[in-house]
């Protein structure tokens, strides 16, 4: 597609429940990011992933986070035994080059509501 | 690590007249500075960016935004608001060591 994908849109799941978002990006890009955006924030570096490499992970909260890009392409971040606090928007975004350079392109977000 | 802020939480202003969104940074060397918009229920959009040379540049939907090094600032301007304009600002920086942090973004209102 022409821009970075995300799906699903809105999730609702019980505290404890597993979760898995899944992100698209364009074509070609060899960079992605995870972000998490809470209410009225800017967004959070999550993780990067260059390729199918995930070079920086520092930004996940916890170890109930978990992000993997298998073939390069396609990302899916999942989070374990959710908690209320996980409840946010989390962008994804890719771009063609390194981390700081480039600019970013956005997915319209999933936002996870933990009840 | 660089950071940056936007001092402004929240900016009203009414349709047709200027805006000034203001950015700050810290940073050791020259930074990549990006400006983002987004729109409720979407993504970030890149309005701009500077990465060197001319530092007065031009982005999309009629922004611009300089960079002054001695102030350490970034600032987006807009000469005449449209309503379409409403949204959430943010501003971020990026370095050579493959970084990027965004700022807590500006609320804009648009009063008709």
């Known amino acids: 597609g022409a821009g970075v994908s995300q799906s699903p849109r809105y999730k609702v799941a019980k505290r404890g429940q597993d979760v898995a978002l899944r992100c698209d990006p364009i074509?070609?890009?060899?960079?992605l990011f995870w972000y998490q955006q809470a209410l009225g924030q800017g967004p959070e570096f999550l993780t990067y992933f260059q390729n199918e490499a995930q070079l920086d992970k520092s930004g996940l909260p916890s170890d109930r986070f978990f992000a993997e890009r298998p073939e390069g392409s396609v990302s899916t971040l999942k989070i374990q035994r959710t908690q209320q606090e996980d409840s946010a928007v989390y962008l994804c975004?890719?771009?063609?080059?390194?981390?700081?350079?480039?600019?970013?392109?956005f997915g319209d977000g999933t936002r996870l509501s933990i009840l | 690590a660089q950071s940056v802020t936007q001092p402004d939480i929240h900016i009203t202003v009414s349709e047709g007249a200027s805006l000034e969104l203001r950015c700050n940074y810290s940073?050791?060397?020259?930074?990549?500075l990006f400006w983002y918009v987004q729109s409720p229920g979407q993504g970030l959009q890149l309005l701009l960016k500077?990465?060197?040379?001319?530092?007065l540049v031009q982005g999309i939907k009629g922004f611009e935004a300089e960079f002054k090094r001695s102030q350490s600032s970034f600032n987006l301007r807009k000469p005449s608001v449209h309503w379409s304009d409403a949204a959430e600002y943010f501003c971020a920086v990026g370095t050579n060591n493959n970084d990027m942090r965004f700022g807590a973004g500006t609320r804009l209102t648009v009063k008709p």
């Open positions: 940073y050791g060397a020259t930074p990549y």
């Open positions: 975004a890719s771009s063609l080059g390194s981390r700081g350079r480039q600019p970013q392109h």
């Open positions: 074509s070609g890009h060899v960079s």
């Open positions: 500077y990465f060197s040379g001319d530092t």
